[in-house]
């Protein structure tokens, strides 16, 4: 797995994200406007901790009881995420990984598929099952 910040920066500019936009004060263009919240096509998985492992997702809180979050961005999110960062990173179809580590919000970013940022989730936030919560008819 590569360094996130070894990543080639979206500017296409083709240089490491460490040594373009990164450090910089270089702003998402104007055009990213974020408009209505929309969560069309987003994928979410939840990560839950080892006490977990045998819970049925019908009788989980998704929202109170995992530690974390893998999602694939799309549009709203990659630019909502790119905006509170002030620098372009993640584009639609990007993974990646939210979760509380001591009452803050911790993000790691630009991954290519699930499995990667869920290994990343495993290792960060100690997540032992992925799951998406069940969908009721």
């Known amino acids: ?41 987003v994928t979410i998985y939840y990560g839950f901790k080892r006490k977990y492992l045998k819970a049925s997702p019908f009788n989980l809180d998704f929202d109170r009881q995992s530690c974390c979050q893998v999602l694939q961005a799309n549009m709203y999110l990659a630019n909502l995420h790119n905006q509170m960062l002030q620098f372009r990173m993640l584009k639609p179809g990007d993974w990646f990984v939210m979760g509380r580590q001591y009452g803050q919000m911790k993000f790691s970013f630009k991954y290519s598929s699930a499995e990667d940022a869920m290994s990343v989730a495993k290792e960060k936030f100690a997540a032992e099952r992925f799951l998406q919560p069940p969908e009721f008819i």
């Open 1 to 41: 797995m590569n360094e996130p910040l070894s990543i080639p920066c979206n500017c296409g500019s083709g240089l490491p994200l460490k040594d373009c936009c990164l450090f910089t004060n270089r702003r998402p263009e104007p055009n990213d406007v974020l408009g209505e919240p929309d969560y069309t096509g």
